[in-house]
């Protein structure tokens, strides 16, 4: 996501949504709020409540990731 000319907070915020470090298995969930996070600096302008919402959408990408983790490897039959 390119943050060129955003503000250092908005920047900061927008660093927890990358994916591609993580295994195939939970990258489509990620991916998800990736797109929104990118949307919403597409039409948003720099601002406290922007960084707020993205802080806010980085907590709810990481439950989300942490639950399709823990589905997998129950599925998997790993606790």
Excluded: I, N, W
């Amino acid at each position: 996501m390119d943050t060129t000319g955003r503000h250092p907070g908005t920047a900061q915020a927008v660093r927890g949504f990358a994916y591609d470090h993580l295994p195939d298995h939970l990258r489509p969930v990620s991916v998800l709020f990736h797109d929104v996070a990118a949307d919403l600096l597409g039409v948003l302008p720099d601002d406290p409540e922007l960084t707020a919402c993205l802080r806010k959408l980085r907590e709810a990408k990481d439950c989300a990731v942490l639950l399709a983790a823990l589905s997998y490897k129950e599925a998997e039959g790993r606790s």
